[in-house]
């Protein structure tokens, strides 16, 4: 069965203060890891998309890394505007391709 | 910009009652899928269509939901009847198909008294 594990649940950072968020999984089969930010009350915001191991994507604070077994989202000194839940996702192979979520890590930064 | 529409936004709605979703995607995208979310949790995929034909639909309660997506554009999600424990929000999304990623609608938040 496909797993997506999220952590921590939880991450407080004063403003500036960096860190990263682990998305490990176990997919048939990956065809790509997804990374979303989701604001309360909204729908998920596509951020990212990985193929392969040792691919890394960037947009301002935030950088995506990929390996065999799990994705890392970094955010480097990051403001209060970036608190959100962020969710990563894999695509598995197969017909159907399914989406399957992890629980998603809520990050608060406070100013 | 080009967005998945979903309406509506908000439903409140009581136990035994039928309640119903709809979901336009992006033009041209293929694939459309039905999730659930539950406060502090991800997304739980309900059903996924590839043009008109489900594709998955192994946890969607069947007894309860229903989906459509009569001419492969829009798509209507039923409950009937609800029951509390369906609250939730009701997400829509789509993407061209193969392997991209999917974007989201805003979502139908569901409340069931």
């Known amino acids: 069965e496909d797993q997506v594990t999220q952590s921590p649940e939880a991450l407080r950072l004063q403003e500036g203060e960096s860190s990263s968020l682990n998305c490990s999984y176990t997919?048939?089969?990956?065809?790509?890891l997804f990374w979303y930010r989701q604001d309360p009350g909204k729908g998920p915001e596509f951020l990212f998309t990985?193929?392969?191991a040792g691919e890394e994507k960037e947009k301002e604070r935030l950088k995506a890394t990929l390996t065999k077994k799990e994705s890392f989202l970094h955010i480097t000194a990051p403001k209060p505007e970036d608190s959100a839940t962020y969710l990563c996702?894999?695509?598995?192979?197969?017909?159907?391709?399914?989406?399957?979520f992890g629980s998603g890590t809520q990050l608060t930064v406070l100013p | 910009e080009a967005e998945v529409a979903q309406s509506p936004r908000y439903k409140i709605t009581e136990k035994s009652q039928a309640v119903a979703f709809w979901c336009d995607p992006i033009?041209?995208?293929?694939?459309l899928y039905w999730y659930r979310q539950i406060l502090g949790q991800g997304p739980e995929l309900l059903v996924q269509?590839?043009?008109?034909?489900?594709?998955?639909d192994s946890q969607l309660p069947k007894d309860r939901f229903s989906a459509e997506r009569l001419k492969g554009v829009d798509s209507t999600l039923k409950i009937q009847p609800a029951e509390l424990g369906d609250s939730a929000m009701y997400l829509c999304?789509?993407?061209?198909?193969?392997?991209?990623?999917?974007?989201f609608g805003q979502g139908t938040r569901l409340t069931v008294v």
């Open positions: 999304a789509s993407s061209p198909g193969g392997v991209t990623e999917a974007f």
């Open positions: 997919v048939s089969g990956l065809r790509g």
């Open positions: 990985l193929y392969s």
């Open positions: 996702a894999a695509r598995r192979a197969g017909s159907a391709r399914q989406l399957t």
């Open positions: 033009s041209g995208h293929a694939t």
């Open positions: 269509f590839q043009d008109e034909s489900v594709v998955d």
